[in-house]
């Protein structure tokens, strides 16, 4: 399986960007998912976490109430809503298969794709 994230972009502050990550196989409702990102300079940073059914989430205290990640698995995508943006958003995003729910809460992911860079501006 190979991820690929896109939609990212350069964004003002309080703005919106919905990123996209397509899988090169069918997304098998047994994957869980997460969004992680990286900032220059930084460590890695979990984001949001979805299980194979899309019924059970988990997102980062950082992103909470302004970010919504979502499944479609008759296609082979996942979204992320990101809304209210802030400068603290920029960073390189990537989205990633976890071999189970709680190893996506722990950031232990088993497959990422390339990124995709948000920079918000104010």
């Known amino acids: 399986v190979q991820l690929q994230a896109s939609g990212g972009g350069r964004v003002q502050t ?3 960007l ?3 990550c397509v899988s090169s196989e069918y997304i098998l409702d047994y994957y869980d998912m997460g ?20 019924r059970h989430y988990y997102y980062a ?9 979502s499944r479609d698995n008759t296609e082979y ?35 990422w794709g390339q990124g995709t860079l948000v920079t918000v501006s104010s």
Request: proline letters at 1%; charged letters at 25%; a neutral charge.
């Open 14 to 16: 309080g703005g919106s």
């Open 18 to 20: 919905r990123l996209s």
């Open 35 to 54: 969004w992680f990102r990286q900032a220059p300079g930084k460590e890695r940073e979990l984001i949001a976490c979805i299980n194979g059914s899309g």
């Open 61 to 69: 205290d950082s992103v909470k109430g302004r970010f919504t990640m």
């Open 77 to 111: 995508v996942v979204y992320l809503q990101m809304n209210d943006l802030q400068s603290e958003d920029t960073a390189t995003y990537y989205c990633a298969i976890a071999g189970t729910f709680e190893r996506c809460r722990s950031a232990s992911f088993d497959l």
